[in-house]
């Protein structure tokens, strides 16, 4: 299996643009997850799915912030609009009986 | 926040044993103990969990005391490519079979040469 897969995995973007990170969680698991992680805060979970369907995003920051999941193997974060604040590594997880991670987002908005 | 309380850094020789504590003294009965680990610029890494009884895998064991207030996470022969920054997590099982993780800050162990 090639685990969770992010995209991209680095980004660059100037202030106010729209940003938006990818996921595709491991075949069959049905749960996914997003989290963010900054050296202030460390590693918050910002919302989660369950078949597609979202649960809990009271972790989302603000209203800027967005996410979907279309499909059980796809799930969009979207930033619109970006703000330095917004500079951190976001990570998507799936989970059948442990959670796994991808290897993460690394944003830096300027 | 996160329920558990760990050192924030720790240090052990290569090939020695990585002792690597945790406290979690408001740990319900239906919560267990998650351990992972992140290696700079990737992400968390599962490493193992348990409820009550002691646990070993491939990579670590897990020895929770009989009160369930604290547990240790051992690795046995540590390496260089064991440093890292290890989470000791609690977290109950949802209904469905799933659940959520909050993180903490976590130990920074650091296996010297």
């Known amino acids: 299996d090639a685990g969770v897969i992010q995209s991209p995995r680095h980004e660059v973007t100037e202030m106010g643009q729209e940003v938006t990170l990818r996921c595709k969680p491991i075949?069959?698991?049905?749960?996914l997850f997003w989290y963010r992680q900054t050296m202030m805060r460390g590693l918050e979970l910002l919302i989660y799915?369950?078949?597609?369907?979202?649960?809990?995003d009271s972790g989302m920051p603000e209203d800027r912030f967005s996410a979907k999941m279309p499909n059980a193997s796809f799930s969009t974060l979207k930033i619109q609009p970006s703000e330095p604040r917004d500079s951190a590594v976001y990570f998507c997880?799936?989970?059948?009986?442990?959670?796994?991670f991808g290897e993460g987002s690394w944003l830096t908005v300027v | 926040d996160a329920k558990t309380t760990q050192p924030p850094s720790m240090d052990c020789a290569e090939g020695r044993a990585a002792n690597l504590p945790c406290n979690h003294s408001?740990?319900?009965?239906?919560?267990?103990v998650y351990w992972y680990r992140q290696i700079h610029s990737q992400g968390p890494q599962y490493i193992i969990h348990?409820?009550?009884n002691n646990e070993t895998n491939e990579m670590a064991s897990l020895i929770i005391t009989e009160d369930r207030k604290s547990s240790t996470l051992i690795l046995p022969h540590a390496t260089l490519r064991d440093t890292a920054v290890y989470y000791c997590?609690?977290?109950?099982?949802?209904?469905?079979?799933?659940?959520?993780?909050?993180f903490g800050k976590g130990t920074k162990l650091s296996v010297i040469p």
């Open positions: 997880a799936s989970t059948g009986n442990t959670i796994y």
């Open positions: 075949s069959g698991h049905d749960y």
């Open positions: 799915f369950n078949n597609n369907v979202p649960i809990d």
């Open positions: 408001t740990i319900s009965g239906n919560e267990y």
């Open positions: 348990g409820l009550k």
């Open positions: 997590i609690v977290s109950a099982y949802s209904g469905a079979g799933s659940y959520q993780l909050t």
